[in-house]
């Protein structure tokens, strides 16, 4: 306790009840369900959303109030919300020292649409790729997943052949025009082959990039460079020089001391100077570095980090084993024993903090009910109502399960449950 200044200091000091300063609390409310449910059919099918109510810098009663809904089971700071044919709206008051804080949730009302009744409409051309030494129209023909449209295109390719032709409506014709650089395989396409002599590239204004002249010198930004020896790297100076160092090849890494420049070799692609402390690397065995940082192996070290923006996409909040139905099959006695139909273990995926798992049933014929422990969820059933020699007792429902973890993300699913007793004898 501070040091007592003055007269008034001390009363406040003493005081049993300490003043809080009201912008400090806070009520957060959320629902066990995104909202109420009805399937197409108009039948709802989860009517029940329990709220509950977590507060902050508060520790006092929660008193409940809805409009469009009604409320049981109110126990400490949760209660059910139950459908009334519509959305509900659902306060939770606190007064604490005298102070009212209030927060609400509205809860909607979720339908299921109607089946569409329209036609799909035709696919369009697409790009599909088959495994083939050789080009064959059969096999370009079974390549295309349905029925073959105008524009459709087909690459048929192995390690040492490729070949694309687009569908014209009556015939596979070679496309001539795009070759993407993953069908270029090793070995296709010889140096032999290739005529870049009187090459010319230029800005949209019409002043010379690059260009490769007839008698094969070579034009970077208007400096000429001398064509001679085997390219074995090559380094760009700053003023856009092109330099040869021997007559065994070009230019080796460069020296300390020799500028700013770009450099691609053996060892690596190189903006600035290495040994200068002033680059950007990519080495040819895929890592890189520069300056404080540096990726080899699949791991990143930086030196004196500073992380300016901490904010990580998370995967989204999921769950595993959660079956496609629970079926407790048929022919089971037609008494009044509850009889397990199935049991399943939910597992959150992705969570951040703590998960949750809820689970309830909703029963459209006979009886049905759920238990659950912990993550493990048991459907039982059972046959009675049915008299000698009628038919078998039939039950089924729709179970519903939430998974909602610390901050507050949610997801959901649902199952449905059936099974068929036996006939009283």
Request: no cysteine; net charge neutral.
């Amino acid at each position: 306790m501070s040091t007592v200044l003055n007269d008034r200091d001390a009363i406040l000091q003493a005081a049993t009840v300490r003043i809080v300063n009201p912008k400090n609390a806070w009520i957060n409310l959320t629902a066990s369900a995104p909202g109420f449910h009805l399937n197409s059919a108009g039948q709802v099918d989860l009517s029940k959303v329990t709220v509950t109510a977590d507060l902050v810098g508060l520790d006092d009663a929660v008193t409940f109030t809805a409009v469009g809904g009604t409320l049981s089971n109110a126990a400490g700071r949760s209660v059910d919300v139950t459908y009334a044919g519509q959305a509900a709206i659902i306060t939770a008051k606190v007064v604490s020292n005298g102070d009212e804080f209030q927060r609400a949730l509205v809860i909607p009302v979720l339908r299921d649409g109607a089946s569409g009744t329209g036609t799909p409409g035709a696919r369009g051309a697409g790009h599909y790729y088959g495994s083939g030494t050789a080009w064959t129209d059969t096999l370009a023909n079974i390549t295309v997943p349905t029925t073959k449209v105008v524009g459709d295109v087909v690459t048929i390719s192995s390690g040492t052949f490729a070949m694309e032709k687009r569908w014209t409506g009556s015939a596979w014709v070679e496309t001539g025009v795009v070759i993407p650089g993953s069908l270029i395989v090793p070995g296709s396409i010889l140096a032999s082959a290739l005529n870049v002599l009187g090459l010319t590239v230029r800005k949209p204004g019409g002043t010379v990039s690059f260009s490769i002249g007839e008698d094969g010198t070579a034009l970077f930004g208007g400096s000429l460079a001398a064509a001679s020896g085997t390219l074995g790297s090559l380094t760009l100076a700053a003023g856009g020089n092109v330099r040869s160092a021997n007559s065994q090849g070009w230019g080796y890494w460069p020296p300390s001391g020799a500028g700013n420049v770009m450099y691609l070799g053996a060892e690596g692609f190189q903006l600035g100077n290495y040994n200068d402390g002033k680059f950007i690397h990519f080495f040819a065995d895929g890592s890189m570095a520069m300056p404080g940082f540096s990726l080899a192996n699949k791991q990143i070290t930086l030196d004196k980090p500073v992380l300016l923006n901490p904010d990580i996409q998370q995967a989204e909040l999921g769950m595993t084993g959660v079956p496609s139905s629970v079926n407790g099959g048929s022919g089971l006695p037609n008494d009044t024993a509850w009889r397990v139909y199935g049991s399943f273990t939910v597992t959150p995926t992705n969570a951040l903090g703590t998960a949750t798992v809820n689970a309830f049933i909703n029963t459209t014929e006979g009886e049905m009910r759920l238990s659950q422990a912990g993550n493990t969820i048991t459907v039982s059933g059972r046959g009675t109502g049915g008299a000698n020699g009628t038919n078998s007792r039939s039950n089924s429902g729709t179970i519903f399960i939430f998974v909602t973890d610390s901050k507050n993300r949610n997801a959901s699913t649902r199952l449905s449950a059936f099974g068929s007793h036996g006939i009283i004898q």
